[in-house]
């Protein structure tokens, strides 16, 4: 299979703090059913790119009697803000519910409220760390979807610059290691050509806190102070070190846009879901490659859940349907769809995945190298009710002296008191 520049567009509607959430199938039937009593009713809210909509009309076809309504939200935030408000009701939820992965600690206290969806059909189907993460108290209330392997993507015309290889299977033996491997590697890279070597340090520093298991808080939820977090102060110091290297840009941003048109860095992290917008952002430039490594070992960035809660009229009928959708088969068909990366097992060994090459990235093998990368994961990080505030506080700190040309040491006392507003 090849993914065109095109197909790479279509998963761009994911962003940093929203991957794109998926489905699958490991049957052609199974599930629903009109039964005696006439239409079976289902309600699926999903958002950004699921890759649902074919899934749908084939769950349909093979179960008579069975309609399925797809309630898409515009964005996460707003699905987030239907489930809360359902969930705090009591009523008004879809009879499937799509769960990004920072919620579950949120939704923790309405536990009780999903339908426990542990069953023998399932058990073993996801990587482990994925199960993990929508395991509470232990009661499985999420079928997970999709996840986001990170790689690092490169300019490989950029690359040949210097002294480093260019090939994408040397390159990623160069950087086979730690963070100041990688950081190493760049900085060789900016004495012998003058380019920056990566985008910024603010969407570095996500992909290094990701790899702590417990960024921000503790496992019961309670907030390690800032200024006695030692793992995350580590690698604000370590980004400080290289800041040098970096181009400066915020992720998102105009002129972190504008830059892939031009020489503006040689190296980015990478999940799946960011192909496409970078696919679009460098519409037009060659040179383009992803290999099969990643500092630290291995990082994950972003993914999602189906959930069934227990308020619906069909709870059964549903628990089939989320079933089918997060089978490998259909995860496999909503890979080939949008692009979203499997977190099934079998589905990462299948040939739909694995064969699939990128020809933006220089006919990149990525179902390989994604497979690969998502093996390599061992940390889904903690992320308590406190996650995302927390670490906005480092995200500006860090903003302040990479874009803006703040005093490092003066931007992370400024951290240390916008943390202590929080009351935490």
């Known amino acids: ?28 039937g199974g599930g629903g059913g009109g039964g005696e009593g006439g239409e079976i009713s289902l309600s699926v809210a999903t958002f950004n790119e699921f890759g649902y ?9 093979a179960n008579p009697g069975v309609k399925i309504t ?17 969930l705090a009701a009591g009523s008004g939820l879809a009879d499937v519910e799509g769960v990004e992965v920072g919620w579950w600690t949120e939704l923790a206290e309405y536990a009780d409220i999903f339908e426990d969806l542990a069953d023998p059909a399932v058990e073993g189907r996801w990587l482990e760390w994925k199960t993990e993460a929508a395991t509470i108290d232990g009661k499985l209330i999420g079928y997970g979807t999709d996840i986001g392997p990170e790689a690092i993507a490169y300019r490989g015309d950029l690359i040949g610059k210097s002294e480093l290889p260019a090939d994408r299977t040397e390159l990623a033996e160069t950087l086979t290691g730690d963070w100041r491997t990688y950081f190493d590697a760049g900085r060789q890279f900016v004495e012998e050509t003058g380019i920056p070597w990566f985008d910024g340090a603010g969407g570095t520093f996500n992909g290094m806190v990701q790899q ?29 070190e290289y800041k040098d290297i970096s181009a400066g840009f915020k992720q998102w941003e105009e002129d972190w846009t504008a830059a892939f048109q031009s020489d503006g860095f040689a190296t980015m992290l990478c999940p799946p879901w960011m192909m496409g917008p970078l696919a679009g952002n460098a519409d037009g430039v060659e040179g383009w490659d992803i290999t099969d490594v990643f500092p630290g070992g291995g990082g994950n960035w972003g993914g999602s859940y189906l959930a069934v809660p227990s308020q619906g009229k069909n709870v ?21 769809a949008v692009g979203a990366f499997p977190s099934q097992v079998d589905a990462l060994a299948d040939e739909g995945v694995t064969g699939a ?16 990368r998502a093996t390599a994961i061992d940390v889904q990080p903690f992320m308590g009710p406190n996650f995302f505030v927390i670490n906005t506080v480092l995200a500006d700190a860090i903003t302040r002296w990479d874009v803006d040309g703040m ?5 992370w006392d400024l951290a240390l008191a916008a943390y202590d507003e929080l009351g935490l």
């Not at 909509?53 to 076809?61: Q, S």
């Not at 309630?71 to 239907?82: E, F, G, Q, Y």
């Open 53 to 61: 909509e074919d899934l749908f009309a084939k769950y349909e076809e």
């Open 407 to 411: 005093d490092p040491a003066e931007s």
């Open 212 to 240: 702590l298991t417990h960024p921000y808080e503790t496992a019961d939820g309670t907030p390690v102070p800032l200024k006695d977090n030692a793992d995350v102060k580590a690698i604000y110091d370590l980004l400080v």
């Open 357 to 372: 090459v990128n020809e933006f990235f220089n006919s990149a093998p990525v179902g390989e190298i994604y497979s690969e």
């Open 316 to 336: 059964e009928e549903a628990k089939k349907l989320a079933i089918w959708l997060t089978a490998p088969e259909q995860q496999v068909l909503a890979f080939q």
């Open 70 to 86: 797809h309630k898409k939200a515009a964005t996460s935030d707003d699905a987030r803000a239907n489930l809360m408000t359902g």
């Open 1 to 28: 299979m090849k993914i065109t520049r095109r197909t790479a567009l279509a998963a761009s509607a994911a962003t940093a703090a929203t991957a794109a959430v998926v489905g699958c199938s490991n049957n052609s």
